[in-house]
């Protein structure tokens, strides 16, 4: 009886605080991440501070829909397992069925859309860059803790926004949690200081003995030779010997306060429900791993299969390798869909900027590709819509489900908050890539349905400056301020059109 009303109680809670998410979460990851502290952190407090960061961190540093594996991963560590799934299809289908219902319709257009339509997408990227800016700010002030978070995150976003591949992201990431390990541990402190020492004595030495030489006539300073190389002696005629220091720094205890790498064991309250032990975990991820490797080799050997199967294969070889989210998984939608002939260019691009203004997770743009794929290849586009949707997220959920059990068990060691912190700094950086990528190819039209910089045009960047200023002084919601784009866009057409 006990376990029936405590079942209950864990559907109620999690249908009550993730049935509208689905619906109101516009913006892409960054915001997603934003709503989830100010919901889950903030008012309802289910996970701490700390908790929250490692979370982040996890959710980025696998393949797949970031936002969508962290609220997976929230509600699984607070209500189970079936609560976790059930929060996943309340996350996901809102707007994977929105972007069904656009796939029926942009498959019976042919030609151009009409130039008032080109001009609301427009609208609506050009707010979005400006609301997914304002979560870039706000994600950073709390994933920099520190001055070398600082630079992590800064090097992070400047290295994302560079070059792009799919395997450059996930190298950053490594590459993020393993160098803050090294300062964390201090392993280069000690040579780097000795260095330093070296070249700051040699300079002493040279500029001491110019001095004795420039001043030896009148004797009125005097400097002793320096036999102990932690401390510098100068003679003032009139006045006390002083000792200066040569070296000053902090403590290790205080360097450790500051970067938080102390060892602080962290144990999940006994209230959490998660009974995924690390073996379980292990059996997971091995198990995906060999599932990956038959779908491949199928595709590979067997010579007759349908475009479906072809379909599902490239999503699940994309959902297996997207590390970073938005920033990584358009070009290689593109490269997966787009360059094997199954969806127009046109399509694609009009479908690309519809997503970004859609509730929900963006990797619902593969169940619009997928439905295009399935008609323009004569299949029933439902049928398409479910294998893009299962090709999509199976490889991610599948990988943090099992992770979560292996992070159950490593999640109080000092290095894996080394990890997090640096992980937690590094993604966040790649935000302000998604933010570039968008603002480069938000502004569509007749002429130039590939997109071009909303710069080009000083009236979406007033645009993405009102939904900025409308969301942090305002208090103005991520779907109000997107509608208010979409709105400004229509009155730009308007204007030209009469003139």
Not at 82 to 103: Q, R
Not at 178 to 190: A, K, M, P, S, V
Not at 452 to 476: E, I, M, N, Q, Y
Request: positive net charge.
């Amino acid at each position: 009886m006990y376990d029936v009303f405590q079942n209950t109680r864990r559907v109620r809670e999690t249908l009550m605080a993730n049935w509208h998410l689905g619906l109101t979460s516009f913006g892409g990851p960054p915001v997603h991440f934003k709503i989830f502290h100010a919901k889950f952190v903030d008012k309802l407090e289910w996970i701490d501070e700390q908790l929250y960061n490692e979370l982040f961190s996890v959710s980025q540093a696998l393949p797949g829909p970031a936002s969508t594996k962290m609220l997976y991963c929230i509600n699984m560590l607070r209500n189970g397992l079936v609560a976790a799934i059930s929060t996943f299809l309340l996350w996901s289908l809102p707007g994977a069925l929105g972007m069904y219902g656009l796939s029926i319709g942009i498959s019976s257009i042919q030609g151009t859309l009409p130039r008032i339509v080109y001009a609301f997408l427009s609208g609506l990227n050009a707010a979005t860059v400006g609301v997914i800016a304002l979560a870039a700010v706000e994600l950073s002030g709390k994933a920099i803790t520190d001055d070398f978070s600082r630079v992590v995150l800064f090097l992070s976003a400047c290295a994302a926004l560079m070059y792009s591949a799919p395997w450059y992201l996930p190298v950053l990431i490594v590459s993020a949690g393993c160098t803050t390990i090294i300062y964390d541990y201090r392993w280069l402190h000690n040579p780097v200081r000795v260095a330093i020492d070296l070249l700051t004595r040699g300079r002493s030495s040279t500029r001491r003995t110019n001095v004795e030489i420039s001043q030896s006539a009148d004797g009125s300073v005097e400097l002793a030779d320096v036999r102990d190389p932690a401390q510098q002696v100068i003679a003032i005629p009139g006045r006390s010997t002083t000792r200066v220091p040569a070296h000053a720094s902090p403590p290790r205890e205080h360097h450790d306060e500051q970067t938080g790498a102390e060892h602080e064991p962290r144990v999940l309250p006994s209230d959490y429900p998660l009974k995924l032990h690390w073996k379980s975990g292990m059996a997971i991820i091995v198990s995906f791993v060999v599932l990956f490797g038959v779908i491949i080799a199928l595709k590979a050997v067997l010579p007759n299969h349908s475009v479906l199967y072809d379909l599902f294969a490239n999503l699940y070889l994309a959902g297996t390798i997207i590390v970073g989210g938005g920033p990584v998984v358009i070009p290689l939608l593109r490269e997966y869909i787009v360059a094997e002939g199954w969806v127009s260019p046109r399509d694609f691009l009009i479908g690309l900027a519809i997503a970004q203004s859609f509730p929900g997770p963006n990797f619902n743009f593969a169940v619009f590709l997928g439905s295009l794929t399935a008609v323009n290849n004569g299949y029933p586009s439902t049928l398409g819509a479910v294998v893009a949707f299962l090709g999509i997220f199976l490889p991610g959920m599948v990988l943090v489900q099992g992770t979560m059990g292996i992070w159950a068990a490593l999640r109080g060691r000092r290095w894996v908050k080394s990890v997090v912190r640096g992980v937690s700094a590094g993604a966040t950086g790649f935000i302000y890539t998604a933010v570039y990528r968008i603002w480069q190819v938000g502004y569509i039209d007749e002429g130039f349905q590939a997109g071009k910089s909303l710069g080009d045009d000083p009236w979406w960047v007033v645009v993405t400056a009102t939904a900025f200023v409308g969301c942090r002084h305002f208090r103005f919601h991520p779907p109000v301020a997107i509608g208010i784009g979409a709105i400004m866009g229509l009155v730009r057409y308007g204007v030209n059109s009469r003139t």
